[in-house]
């Protein structure tokens, strides 16, 4: 009996080694686990920077001022808006095919498009509740408003429901595809001319 009891204290140092190796082994499949989530986090992190950049990069602006005009010629309405807009410093070019349009003032709220099929750039003023480029300063012809470039847009309101009185003061929102909004308003002056410049 002796001589058994003895023997344990042998035993007892390699148990120990045993569960000191299988403690180091749990410990590193588990800094293994923690540094795992930890990359993915990151990455998933890394992912929502990126698409946030690209979200503000993306934004455009309005360049100059923006004209009320009257077609009709009785003086009491601006049935078209014209203003100019380019891309933000360091923007990303924005498709000009999927740019969408809402016009409010205080009595109602009207989406803007353009026909389908219908062409950016039509020969004629757009139909009313759409919208069109009229000219492209320094660009290439094609449908990406791209750094440097510059395009003249007609909005044609609608008439029976949208179209601009006397004081009437309104917002035009326009909202490309990828980035923030363009929030422009304005306040019609006290008597329309053929031609206003809107404040």
Do not use: C
């Amino acid at each position: 009996m002796k001589r058994l009891l003895s023997r344990e204290d042998a035993f007892t140092g390699l148990e120990a080694a045993i569960v000191l190796i299988a403690f180091v082994v749990v410990a590193a499949v588990f800094s293994y686990v923690v540094l795992g989530a930890g990359f993915f986090s990151t990455q998933k992190s890394q992912e929502a920077v990126y698409t946030g950049v690209q979200q503000a990069a993306s934004s455009f602006e309005l360049l100059g001022d923006v004209y009320g005009v009257d077609t009709t010629g009785g003086g009491v309405q601006i049935n078209y808006l014209n203003f100019t807009v380019g891309l933000a410093p360091g923007g990303m070019p924005i498709d000009m095919t999927k740019l969408t349009m809402v016009f409010a003032n205080q009595s109602v709220r009207q989406d803007i498009g353009k026909p389908l099929g219908a062409p950016l750039r039509p020969n004629a003023n757009p139909p009313a509740n759409n919208w069109s480029i009229v000219r492209d300063i320094n660009g290439n012809g094609n449908d990406l408003l791209e750094g440097g470039e510059q395009m003249d847009l007609v909005v044609h309101l609608q008439e029976s429901k949208s179209s601009i009185a006397a004081r009437d003061a309104f917002t035009l929102e326009v909202k490309p595809i990828v980035g923030p909004a363009l929030s422009i308003a304005r306040t019609a002056p006290g008597g329309i001319d053929p031609v206003n410049k809107l404040y």
